[in-house]
């Protein structure tokens, strides 16, 4: 059954600790996208990445880190200089065609305490 | 600076009528548009899109409207039936360049279809 996982779905950190979150695919897509929704805003980009072993800053990208070692991976980290961390952070991957639709996962409600 | 924006925060309409979603945007480099519906606590879900090279795409009961001159895209959807509520989501994005993949939102609209 091909689709994209984020773990878990609910997440609680204290202030000061990095935190790390999962995404996975198995669609075979190239693009993957991390971002955050907070309440009455749209979704904005975190980070995004191509290929593997390449990926990009979006327009709000501070206090965050990505890895992109496998095709199907791209986990994001909400580190300590994040001043807002407390949000809805939903993943997305796309195919290698532009345009091409992107495909969303179920999301992580982090909250930091 | 909101490339994107949805005016209307909530719409509430009447099951079997016609629900008309509405998103401009300012960025002429824009020729993607896509349309997602959410639920609380769930990622969002595709629904519809249109290419800047059309101004109108179909899909059973939502239809995506596109005007290129007003910069100016509507979702239409007939008829309304209750589990269409939900918060909806255009976006948009540019082909090529350094925006090439990135997807900008609105702010959602919530709506709302009483049975």
């Known amino acids: 059954d091909g689709g994209i996982t984020q773990s878990p779905k609910y997440l609680f950190r204290k202030e000061g600790q990095n935190v790390t979150l999962s995404c996975e695919q198995n669609l075979n897509h190239d693009a993957m996208y991390w971002y955050r929704q907070d309440p009455g805003q749209g979704l904005r980009l975190i980070y995004y990445?191509?290929?593997?072993?390449?990926?990009q800053k979006g327009d709000i990208a501070e206090g965050y880190s990505v890895s992109r070692e496998k095709k199907e991976s791209f986990p994001l980290t909400v580190t300590s200089a994040q001043k807002n961390p407390t949000a809805f952070y939903l993943c997305a991957s796309a195919g290698p065609s532009r345009p091409d639709t992107q495909y969303f996962g179920p999301g992580t409600r982090l909250t930091v305490l | 600076d909101q490339q994107v924006k949805q005016n209307s925060p909530s719409l509430s309409v009447q099951e079997g009528r016609i629900s008309i979603l509405n998103c401009d945007y300012t960025?002429?480099?824009?020729?993607?548009f896509l349309w997602y519906k959410k639920y609380p606590a769930e990622g969002p879900t595709f629904l519809i899109s249109?290419?800047?090279?059309?101004d109108k795409n179909e899909d059973g009961r939502f239809t995506v409207f596109l005007n290129k001159s007003a910069k100016h895209l509507s979702l239409h959807i007939v008829p309304s039936q209750p589990g269409d509520s939900a918060v909806y989501f255009c976006?948009?994005?540019?082909?090529?360049?350094?925006?090439?993949?990135?997807?900008?939102f609105g702010q959602g609209t919530i709506l709302t279809v009483h049975p």
């Open positions: 976006a948009a994005e540019s082909a090529g360049g350094t925006s090439y993949g990135k997807l900008t």
């Open positions: 249109i290419s800047s090279i059309k």
């Open positions: 990445s191509q290929i593997v072993n390449d990926f």
């Open positions: 960025n002429s480099m824009f020729d993607y």
